[in-house]
Nanobody
Framework: QVQLVESGGGLVQAGGSLRLSCAASGRTFSSYAMGWFRQAPGKEREFVAAISWSGGMTYYADSVKGRFTISRDNAKNTVYLQMNSLNPEDTAVYYC?????????????????WGQGTQVTVSS
């Protein structure tokens, strides 16, 4: 089992930036892929970005491609989500998740451990 703790959320104006962090403990961090998801009020949880165990492969939802960057530091057991050019549509609770696989996946069903979430609010 993996324990995940997100941080870095907050309130930002449109066009601004935030950097989310997710610290992991438990299973060997470099043995599994990681992902970020988000859930806005009244909407289903949606995929945002994912990264393979080594960090060598990444994948993004079309809605954030070119604005968000996912990265990981296996020495620090931490995954990051750098979010630039934020807009009000990015407002949501952001969750990091640990996959059951080492390879990159975007399937919500393949993520077995979840953080508690961190709120990101973008004002217009």
């Amino acid at each position: 089992q993996v324990q995940l703790v997100e941080s870095g959320g907050g309130l930002v104006q449109a066009g601004g930036s935030l950097r989310l962090s997710c610290a992991a403990s438990g299973r060997t961090f470099s043995s599994y892929a990681m992902g970020w998801f988000r859930q806005a009020p009244g909407k289903e949880r949606e995929f945002v970005a994912a990264i393979s165990w080594s960090g060598g492969m990444t994948y993004y939802a079309d809605s954030v491609k070119g604005r968000f960057t996912i990265s990981r530091d296996n020495a620090k057991n931490t995954v990051y989500l750098q979010m630039n050019s934020l807009n009000p549509e990015d407002t949501a609770v952001y969750y990091c998740a640990a996959a059951r696989t080492y390879y990159l996946t975007t399937s919500l069903d393949l993520f077995g451990s979840w953080g508690q979430g961190t709120q990101v609010t973008v004002s217009s």
